[in-house]
T-cell receptor, first 111, second 110 residues
Framework: NAGVTQTPKFQVLKTGQSMTLQCAQDMNHNSMYWYRQDPGMGLRLIYYSASEGTTDKGEVPNGYNVSRLNKREFSLRLESAAPSQTSVYFC??????????FGQGTRLTVV | AQRVTQPEKLLSVFKGAPVELKCNYSYSGSPELFWYVQYSRQRLQLLLRHISRESIKGFTADLNKGETSFHLKKPFAQEEDSAMYYCALSGGTSYDKVIFGPGTSLSVIP
């Protein structure tokens, strides 16, 4: 049982480049989330998807877009990366109001 | 608006001493409160949730709606408790987002 899988694990981008972070879960969860983790800031919600076909903004959505491709997959796209987007990104999923399960994280550096 | 605060960024205690990690929240409704833990080089994982009222690894947390708090407590800290602890809040339905606090880094000194 893989749980929540994120790719890639590490990425270095130049300012202005674009990239997509992939997330997939095999637990048949309805809700999926993208967070960024920064020192002293904790986890801040970027976007979430309560069910297939729906997405909603979180606390810090600017500069990001998401796609809920199907029930399993929820991708996060940076159209024009900025140094302020250097962070560790976590994907999570959960079933109804139960606990959230997290991926291993993607460490992104924008230079 | 949903908000979770954890006033201590860093907390150091000696092994065997009691530990309390503070969490306060703001939410206009009936929230679901959680504590998540992230050990070094491991994924974030659930420690406990208020609705289950159970003790996990010796930790307990009581929801105080009057003080809007959900402090995490353990009577005797162990070295393996050293980790990052996050308090989190949700609205209690599958359509609600999950908001995390800034986290408290707990260090247990041998």
């Amino acid at each position: 049982n893989a749980g929540v899988t994120q790719t890639p694990k590490f990425q270095v981008l130049k300012t202005g480049q674009s990239m997509t972070l992939q997330c997939a879960q095999d637990m048949n969860h309805n809700s999926m989330y993208w967070y960024r983790q920064d020192p002293g800031m904790g986890l801040r919600l970027i976007y979430y998807s309560a069910s297939e076909g729906t997405t909603d903004k979180g606390e810090v959505p600017n500069g990001y877009n998401v796609s809920r491709l199907n029930k399993r997959e929820f991708s996060l796209r940076l159209e024009s990366a900025a140094p302020s987007q250097t962070s560790v990104y976590f994907c999570a999923s959960r079933y109804k109001d139960k606990e959230a399960f997290f991926g291993q994280g993607t460490r992104l550096t924008v230079v | 608006a949903q908000r979770v605060t954890q006033p201590e960024k860093l907390l150091s205690v000696f092994k065997g001493a009691p530990v309390e990690l503070k969490c306060n929240y703001s939410y206009s409704g009936s929230p679901e409160l959680f504590w998540y833990v992230q050990y070094s080089r491991q994924r974030l994982q659930l420690l406990l949730r208020h609705i289950s009222r159970e003790s996990i690894k010796g930790f307990t947390a009581d929801l105080n709606k009057g003080e809007t708090s959900f402090h995490l407590k353990k009577p005797f800290a162990q070295e393996e408790d050293s980790a990052m602890y996050y308090c989190a809040l949700s609205g209690g339905t599958s359509y609600d987002k999950v908001i995390f606090g800034p986290g408290t880094s707990l260090s247990v000194i041998p």
